[in-house]
């Protein structure tokens, strides 16, 4: 059974967009990952296919309606419990264990919204995550939702040629990235540094650990403290344990 996407949009055209290519392009081709997009003008209502209207209490754009977004959804939904993320910039920003979690599942569904957004009542009434990318304003919940896509595609089994890139990688021990060297060992005068060259595994694994941690203290002081806040707590339980095997003997 492959990862499945559902995406509620007013421009399926969008889809897959880049993720028809390079490695997702492929693993869409190989079904490592399925898309189904659903056009929100199909549910729209009377004459002219109406999907939104002004909002009440007046103001700028139009806002989505919750009746044409509620059918649009029964109709999307199969009873398989992925969760149904809706994109916007009010949502909860998306964290990489968030992307691990929606990875290792069946898969997401997807709403995205566009003009103002989307009724209130229907996101309320159904259990609905709301996820941003980022503190930025995209003109629409699309290419945000390629993003939230990708970030998950690329974890799925054999997507990505070697797993461990994705087990070092920056976030997923709450640090960014070491730096990164490749040939030749000294362009324009720059050396790559001596340690990377010398075949001591202990010490080059010491040094990316070193690099790790100045780059995330200079670039991400918030990601810095929440890493040494995680530390001191695992530091605290393991003398708690210790403490209790000592009384345990005792
Ligand atoms: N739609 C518009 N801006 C967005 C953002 N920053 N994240 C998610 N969805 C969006």
Same mark, same amino acid.
């Given at each position: 059974?492959?990862?499945?996407?559902?995406?509620?949009?007013?421009?399926?055209?969008?889809?897959?967009?880049?993720? $028809?290519? &390079?490695?997702?392009?492929?693993?869409?081709?190989?079904?490592?990952?399925?898309?189904?997009?659903?056009?929100?003008?199909? %549910?729209?209502?009377?004459?002219?296919?109406?999907?939104?209207?002004?909002?009440? $209490?007046? $103001?700028?754009?139009?806002?989505?309606?919750?009746?044409?977004?509620?059918?649009?959804?029964?109709?999307?939904?199969?009873?398989?419990?992925?969760?149904?993320?809706?994109?916007?910039?009010?949502?909860?920003?998306?964290?990489? &264990?968030?992307?691990?979690?929606? /990875?290792?599942?069946?898969?997401? %569904?997807?709403?995205?919204?566009?003009?103002?957004?989307?009724?209130?009542?229907?996101?309320?009434?159904?259990?609905?995550?709301?996820?941003?990318?980022?503190?930025?304003?995209?003109? $629409?919940?699309?290419?945000?939702?390629?993003?939230?896509?990708? &970030?998950?595609?690329?974890?799925?089994?054999?997507?990505?040629?070697?797993?461990?890139?994705?087990?070092?990688?920056?976030?997923?021990?709450?640090?960014?990235? %070491?730096?990164?060297?490749?040939?030749?060992?000294?362009?324009?005068?720059? /050396?790559?540094?001596?340690?990377?060259?010398?075949?001591?595994?202990? /010490?080059?694994?010491?040094?990316?650990?070193?690099?790790?941690?100045?780059?995330?203290?200079?670039?991400?002081? +918030?990601?810095?403290?929440? %890493?040494?806040?995680?530390?001191?707590?695992?530091?605290?339980?393991?003398?708690?344990?210790? +403490?209790?095997?000592?009384?345990?003997?005792?």
């Amino acid at each position: 059974m492959s990862w499945q996407v559902d995406v509620l949009t007013l421009f399926p055209e969008m889809f897959p967009g880049f993720l $028809g290519m &390079s490695l997702a392009g492929r693993a869409l081709k190989e079904q490592s990952w399925t898309l189904k997009t659903h056009a929100l003008r199909n %549910y729209g209502l009377g004459r002219h296919l109406a999907v939104d209207d002004t909002p009440f $209490g007046g $103001g700028a754009g139009m806002v989505i309606r919750p009746d044409v977004l509620d059918t649009a959804l029964n109709d999307t939904l199969s009873d398989d419990e992925r969760p149904v993320l809706y994109l916007s910039p009010r949502g909860r920003l998306l964290q990489q &264990s968030d992307v691990v979690r929606f /990875a290792s599942g069946k898969g997401i %569904y997807l709403i995205c919204g566009r003009y103002e957004g989307v009724d209130e009542r229907f996101l309320e009434n159904r259990q609905i995550e709301e996820v941003s990318i980022g503190d930025y304003v995209l003109s $629409g919940g699309e290419p945000a939702a390629l993003v939230l896509m990708d &970030s998950c595609i690329r974890l799925l089994p054999g997507v990505m040629g070697s797993d461990q890139s994705a087990d070092e990688e920056s976030f997923s021990n709450g640090l960014l990235e %070491y730096p990164h060297y490749t040939k030749p060992a000294i362009w324009n005068d720059h /050396a790559v540094p001596d340690v990377l060259l010398s075949g001591h595994h202990a /010490a080059i694994a010491k040094w990316r650990q070193d690099q790790a941690e100045i780059i995330t203290r200079q670039r991400r002081p +918030d990601l810095w403290h929440a %890493y040494q806040n995680r530390l001191h707590i695992e530091n605290d339980h393991s003398h708690l344990d210790s +403490d209790a095997t000592c009384q345990g003997k005792a």
